[in-house]
């Protein structure tokens, strides 16, 4: 052997075991690196194809101020340090563990001269060593997925991705992947490589090789048995590792809470409505004029799924308020059956509302909130000797894009009100939802048999579904990528944190602790990391929650306000707690099946 550096490859294929978390997780994160960094590369080669097919040339300084562009790396830089961040915590747990279950080895290594600097160097090289195969697995993996998702984007989800390219490969990927990878495995081995140095030679000639704190008196058991006891001064004995295994538990918690917000954003800027219409056929006045009868010739045409339609009367004097008191001009628009359905299937009525008593013929109207001019339910609403009474509220205002109403009153009523209240039985408006298979000459004989009367709106181009549908995907498998991630640490980090203490495990069994104290033990420890990893997460992730949605939608929106996510807070605690039981399952079994001369000879 010609130096101390060639028992790296030698320490490689005796811990191959011990390493393949650790490899795993430095894959996932160049892979989801290479595949964010990529995915934004071909979205900007994407709109430069727009921008020339537009204009007809598009100079660099254009397309650097392009926002559109702007926005994929912003995007793409803000997952970067997320993974980042995953991937160190995830790395750093794995090594910790690693270098634990070696103290003798560096015990030995400071008996026969080595020294804390090389101690140091042996570490970090160690962990580049696993790079050789780790980074390139990750980034073949991550020009695959991006293939993989511009396919997908291409010819299942279409419109404005229509363009987007095919077996694109991104220098950009390929080198943040990298980068990304070095950059992680240098920052999470430092800690590692520093307490590895810290090992002194008597620890190898002692054959202690745990280096957790010892407990200078006796536990107290007064809460709990010997068994849970010992476990949480496992866990808390070991600072570094608490922080790490704290970490990974509390990052799923804030990414989890944090992509939440994300997707209400988003859905706050694309809303999905259930009856969003594919053409519009209005009034070209905007009075009630179109006559009742096209409704029925529509609905027997080919391509037509669903017609509806709606009638509207504007400024209207009116008196409101509690008492009908207050004079105000107000908007009255007409909603039928299917119409009112949708409103109770995309949840935009209130709490507290109750929109049954709005269907046929009736004094009870819906209104739409606004901060500057709030109605309640219950409120009256007097015109032309009418008492309408308000049933219920709309969260934001659905005719507007912002979904505020600047300070004007509307009401919703049914079909049979309205036409009772103002005697109009045509409409001002008719909205079509088109089949699956209709084509462009299905529309086109739709247009045919309008008169001069009528203006006709082509809506089909302007629907964001399958737009809206691919990010939350994208977004949720972006996040179950990471969580499982995360989960395997853990399990990989307690299961090596099991071996590390092996020897006194062997000392407690020796001593008469059985094979049900040693699984109460485990799980103690690994659920003390579990509720200290809620509780910062909880903490944290509820915080950037609150600001994240003050910032994205409360600013842009008035009518959004946050409130505590509590179904995603649940579901993602539920998940913790699923992952602490089985990170427990696996080192319990093995504990379980050992037999006790097994252990004992460990001593």
């Not at 026969?112 to 060593?129: D, P, T, Y």
């Not at 045919?448 to 737009?467: P, V």
Request: aromatic fraction near 8%; charge should be neutral.
């Amino acid at each position: 052997m010609k130096s101390y550096l060639s028992l790296i490859p030698i320490s490689a294929k005796v811990h191959r075991r011990q390493n393949r978390m650790t490899l795993l997780c430095i894959i996932f994160a160049v892979f989801l690196v290479t595949a964010v960094f990529s995915m934004a590369d071909m979205s900007v080669r994407m709109e430069t194809s727009r921008l020339l097919a537009k204009h007809g040339s598009q100079t660099l300084q254009n397309m650097i101020g392009n926002a559109a562009v702007q926005n994929y790396f912003l995007l793409a830089a803000a997952l970067f340090g997320l993974i980042l961040v995953a991937g160190v915590l995830m790395i750093s747990s794995s090594i910790n563990s690693n270098v634990a279950q070696r103290t003798e080895f560096f015990g030995m290594m400071r008996c026969i001269g080595m020294s804390r600097q090389q101690i140091i160097r042996f570490v970090r090289l160690e962990a580049l060593s696993w790079c050789k195969t780790a980074i390139p697995i990750g980034i073949v993996l991550g020009i695959v997925i991006t293939w993989v998702l511009c396919a997908v984007l291409r010819f299942l989800v279409g419109e404005e991705f229509s363009n987007i390219p095919l077996l694109g490969i991104s220098l950009i990927g390929i080198v943040s992947g990298i980068l990304l990878g070095v950059i992680t495995v240098l920052i999470a081995a430092s800690s590692p490589a520093k307490r590895a140095a810290k090992v002194s030679p008597v620890t190898a000639v002692s054959g202690n090789s745990e280096n957790t704190n010892n407990a200078n008196h006796a536990l107290h058991t007064r809460f709990f048995k010997i068994e849970t006891t010992l476990g949480i001064h496992h866990a808390v004995s070991g600072k570094k590792n608490l922080i790490l295994m704290t970490g990974s538990f509390a990052l799923s918690i804030i990414l989890f809470l944090s992509f939440f917000v994300v997707i209400e954003f988003v859905g706050c800027i694309m809303p999905q409505s259930s009856n969003t219409s594919d053409i519009n056929i209005s009034s070209s006045d905007g009075s009630n004029s179109i006559d009742s009868a096209l409704l029925r010739e529509l609905e027997d045409m080919d391509g037509v799924k669903r017609v509806f339609a709606r009638r509207s009367l504007l400024d209207i004097p009116a008196k409101v308020g509690k008492d009908a008191s207050r004079s105000e001009a107000i908007d009255l628009i007409s909603y039928n059956d299917f119409d009112l359905d949708c409103l109770t299937k995309d949840k935009m009525l209130k709490k507290g509302s109750d929109i049954s008593k709005v269907y046929g013929d009736s004094n009870y109207v819906l209104a739409i909130w606004d901060n500057d001019n709030p109605l309640d339910t219950g409120d009256i609403i007097r015109v032309d000797n009418e008492e309408l009474v308000i049933a219920g509220i709309l969260k934001y205002n659905p005719f507007s894009d912002d979904g505020s109403t600047d300070g004007k009153i509307t009401l919703i009523t049914s079909a049979g009100t309205f036409t009772r209240l103002t005697g109009i039985t045509d409409y001002s408006l008719v909205l079509i939802q088109t089949a699956k298979d209709a084509t462009d000459e299905n529309v086109a004989a739709i247009n045919s048999i309008l008169d001069e009367n009528c203006t006709f709106y082509d809506m089909r181009d302007q629907r964001t579904t399958n737009t809206y549908i691919a990010f939350v995907l994208f977004v949720y498998a972006f996040l179950t990528i990471i969580t499982l991630v995360t989960v395997l640490s853990i399990m990989n980090s307690i299961s090596m944190s099991v071996s590390a203490r092996i020897k006194q495990y062997g000392a407690m069994r020796a001593v008469g602790m059985d094979e049900r104290q040693i699984p109460k033990m485990i799980a103690a420890e690994a659920f003390t990391y579990a509720v200290s990893g809620c509780a910062v997460g909880c903490t944290v992730g509820l915080l950037i929650s609150k600001l994240l949605y003050n910032y994205l939608i409360s600013a842009h929106y008035s009518y959004a306000t946050w409130s505590a996510p509590v179904v995603p807070l649940v579901i993602i605690l539920l998940f913790v707690v699923a992952a602490a039981i089985a990170a427990v399952y696996a080192p319990a079994k093995r504990i379980r099946n050992m037999a006790v001369t097994d252990t004992i000879n460990e001593l």
